[in-house]
């Protein structure tokens, strides 16, 4: 089987200028654990996950090294929240994103995720989204086809 056998289509994905609060609704409403980022010509830029999201609450390491008391002020914490909710995504994703084609086995798909700890891969056939396969598209059509 190939990825493409098992991917979601349509992707749902937001662009670098949606706000973070849009992108955490999105997230939370649609029990999604991530959501690519893309440009106006369909191209992927990046990918944000609720890990980047709950990461943008905390200092990054050399603030902490600073101020290690803002880390631990949990006020100041939630506080941050107000002061990024407005934020562009683009800010908050990850750039260094890991992609599959569309063409690829599955089971090197699931690999891959396996070997990084990703929760889901986006698919891309000559440089463009064109879906998105998690590890439970995967496991699902292993387990339907080859154990039930």
Same mark, same amino acid.
């Given at each position: 089987? #190939?990825?493409?056998?098992?991917? @979601?289509?349509?992707?749902?994905?937001?662009?670098?200028?949606?706000?973070?609060?849009?992108?955490?609704?999105?997230?939370?409403?649609?029990?999604?654990?991530?959501?690519?980022?893309?440009?106006?010509?369909?191209?992927?830029?990046?990918?944000?996950?609720? #890990?980047?999201?709950?990461?943008?609450?905390?200092?990054?390491?050399?603030?902490?090294?600073?101020?290690?008391?803002?880390?631990?002020?949990?006020?100041?914490?939630?506080?941050? @929240?107000?002061?990024?909710?407005?934020?562009?995504? &683009?800010?908050?994703?990850?750039? #260094?994103?890991?992609?599959?084609?569309?063409?690829?086995?599955?089971?090197?798909?699931?690999?891959?995720?396996?070997?990084?700890?990703?929760?889901?891969?986006?698919?891309?056939?000559? &440089?463009?989204?064109?879906?998105?396969?998690?590890?439970?598209?995967?496991?699902?059509?292993?387990?339907?086809?080859?154990?039930?």
């Amino acid at each position: 089987m #190939k990825v493409r056998d098992v991917m @979601i289509t349509p992707v749902v994905t937001v662009s670098p200028a949606t706000s973070y609060e849009e992108t955490a609704r999105l997230l939370y409403e649609n029990h999604f654990s991530g959501v690519p980022v893309t440009g106006d010509d369909g191209k992927l830029l990046g990918i944000v996950s609720e #890990k980047d999201l709950f990461r943008a609450m905390y200092p990054r390491y050399e603030e902490y090294v600073l101020e290690p008391h803002a880390y631990l002020d949990q006020e100041v914490r939630e506080g941050e @929240i107000r002061t990024i909710r407005k934020q562009p995504i &683009g800010k908050f994703m990850n750039t #260094k994103v890991v992609t599959i084609e569309a063409d690829a086995p599955i089971l090197h798909a699931g690999g891959l995720m396996l070997a990084r700890g990703f929760h889901r891969l986006p698919v891309i056939d000559h &440089g463009i989204l064109v879906g998105i396969v998690t590890r439970e598209d995967i496991y699902g059509a292993v387990f339907k086809k080859y154990l039930l």
